[in-house]
């Protein structure tokens, strides 16, 4: 029995790599191999097996973790919408444009505040392209330099909470756990903080670095331009672009953290904050309002389809013995904790090169989750060292997606091999990072209540 789960498991993914769409591979392979199974072999899998199944769909549906999901989607489409992004580069590129590697440094704090308040890495990644890479190509910044910098910081929204990423992990983690070892989101938000904030202060060490040693790579602005910039109520645009983005901030991440409100409750008032500061923008129109509720429905419509199919392949996973199976392959092994820590996080790096992060939470967590059981290994940690090792999937090619987002907005001289080169240093900080929080796990509780 455990082998035929290894096999199905081994079919689904090979499928996935060959371009099937994942939500009907991961469901429709799975019941189609599980008939198969039950007429060659009754005695393993019964019909009746599957009486459970509806059932375990709409215990999935009702989860009120998962709610989160559709209000944070809607707010941070809604929050691209506004135009706050725009405003936040422009006077991050008048405050440090003057010094060398200013423009980039810009980029990346934006990155992070973009990240702690929308989480959409594509709407980040698009919005920054649009707007910073013509302005550093101008300026003379070496244009992998430049591309590395908006492909990387985009990707903060996957680490930085309130992240989409965060929420499907919670949620995996703690249905795979059987009862044990639970996960719930907002211990997961406050255990991110620290590992997000110190990867965006690697990226700034790194453009400093690069613009010390290579000046030419990252010039600085003329103080005639930056002045030029400026116009009357500079203060007051500094202020106002600033503030409406940390009061967001403060509305979702201080009421999960404080206990005021859940997490779904916070994406609540995140998704009414950020139609609020898009009427205070005067942006908000009938369209707009359209544009994102259709959005907002594509992209959930993906995830829960997606989740619908994960939950139909962990009920026949496990209907075949194959959670048991992996642990007693794995006892009988006789690998250590830590050995087979890195070997799981090998193996989601390497297939991050191919499919993406939602598909490896819902292949994978169900499957390695009850192994980290047996280990008594701490799951809240495990799911910190899966999200940042899943962040780097948006940046390996030859799939990541903030690559295919940043070439869409990339002006003709900006070529794929200059994007690949240019996010190779920021895969590797992340590694190093990686690294880090395995050898000095402590680092996660720093903010944790």
């Known amino acids: 029995m455990g082998i035929l789960a290894i096999i199905l498991f081994l079919l689904i993914f090979a499928l996935i790599l060959r371009g099937f769409p994942v939500a009907f591979t991961l469901g429709g392979v799975s019941i189609l191999f599980a008939l198969i199974v039950s007429f060659i072999f009754p005695d393993i899998i019964r019909l009746s097996d599957f009486f459970i199944l509806p059932f375990r769909f709409m215990g999935t549906i009702t989860n009120t973790m998962l709610m989160a999901v559709p209000l944070f989607i809607f707010m941070g489409i809604m ?77 903060l929204g996957q680490i930085i ?19 044990k070892n639970l996960v719930d989101v907002g211990s997961l938000f406050q255990a991110a903080i620290l590992p997000g904030f110190c990867l965006v202060f690697c990226y700034i060490m790194y453009i400093v670095f690069v613009s010390i040693i290579k000046p030419e790579w990252a010039p600085a602005m003329p103080d005639e331009e930056i002045q030029a910039m400026k116009g009357p109520g500079f203060t007051g645009r500094v202020i106002k672009a600033f503030l409406l983005p940390l009061l967001l901030i403060i509305a979702v991440l201080g009421s999960i953290f ?46 829960f389809f997606i989740l619908l199919g994960a939950t139909t392949f962990t009920l026949v996973f496990r209907i075949l013995g ?8 794995i ?25 993406d992060f939602i598909e490896i939470i819902f292949i994978f967590v169900p499957v390695i989750t009850p192994v980290f059981d047996i280990y008594e290994i701490d799951m809240l940690w495990i799911g910190i060292l899966m999200a940042l090792n899943l962040q780097t999937s948006f940046l390996t090619p030859p799939f990541g997606f903030s690559l295919f987002y940043l070439k869409g907005v990339a002006p003709k ?11 190779l240093p920021y895969i590797v900080i992340q590694v190093v990072l990686l690294a880090l929080i395995i050898i000095f796990p402590e680092l996660i509780y720093i903010f944790k209540n």
Do not use: N
Request: charged share 15%; hydrophobic share 50%.
């Open 79 to 155: 929050l691209e919408k506004s135009g706050l992004a725009e405003s936040l580069l422009e006077t991050m590129a008048i405050l440090f444009g003057k010094f060398r590697g200013g423009l980039a440094i810009s980029v990346v704090i934006v990155g992070a505040l973009l990240a702690a308040s929308t989480g959409i890495v594509g709407a980040t990644v698009i919005t920054m392209g649009l707007i910073s890479l013509p302005t550093m190509l101008k300026r003379g910044y070496k244009p992998e330099l430049a591309a590395g910098v908006i492909a990387s910081s985009g990707t």
């Open 161 to 179: 909470p309130p992240s989409v990423v965060l929420i499907l992990l919670a949620e995996q983690i703690s249905s795979s756990t059987r009862g």
């Open 258 to 303: 404080q206990g005021i409100a859940s997490p779904t409750e916070a994406a609540a008032v995140g998704a009414m904050g950020a139609t609020l500061l898009t009427i205070l923008q005067k942006k908000f129109t009938r369209e707009v309002l359209q544009q994102v509720m259709r959005q907002t429905t594509i992209l959930c419509s993906m995830v």
């Open 322 to 329: 194959g959670d048991e199976y992996l642990i007693e392959l």
């Open 331 to 355: 006892t009988s092994a006789d690998l250590s904790p830590h050995l087979f820590l890195a070997m799981v996080m090998i193996i989601i790096f390497i297939v991050g090169f191919f499919i």
């Open 413 to 423: 001289e900006v070529t794929t091999k200059m994007i690949y080169r240019g996010i």
